[in-house]
């Protein structure tokens, strides 16, 4: 039985949107953990929060306390945790309330994602 080009394709897809799933929980649970550490708490959001993560989709953090004058030097240490991935992070402060109540609804703890 051959495989088709497009059976080749649709498996490559799929192995690469698996490993870049797998290298976005890990990094969102190294960003989180290095936040946390520094009794600032964080979660996750977007499509890694939704379920729905694909080969485009950026790393999203919920920055629920600001580190303030730290801020700076958190930025780089988290972009250098994302490995290249896009990173945008949003700080809960700086949210009108009704994207306070869908953040804290979406929001996800980035240790009880699923690895796979």
Request: glycine share 8%; charged share 25%.
């Amino acid at each position: 039985m051959s495989v088709s080009w497009s059976q080749t394709v649709s498996h490559a897809v799929t192995r690469e949107l698996r490993a870049r799933r797998r290298g976005a929980v890990l990094a969102v649970r190294r960003m989180q953990g290095w936040l946390e550490g520094r009794g600032i708490k964080a979660r996750v959001l977007g499509d890694l929060a939704r379920g729905t993560f694909g080969l485009q989709s950026p790393l999203e953090m919920l920055v629920v306390l600001d580190p303030g004058p730290q801020r700076d030097e958190a930025v780089a240490a988290l972009e250098a945790m994302a490995e290249g991935m896009p990173l945008v992070l949003t700080y809960f402060g700086d949210l009108e309330t009704a994207a306070r109540k869908r953040a804290l609804a979406e929001m996800k703890d980035a240790m009880a994602l699923p690895v796979q």
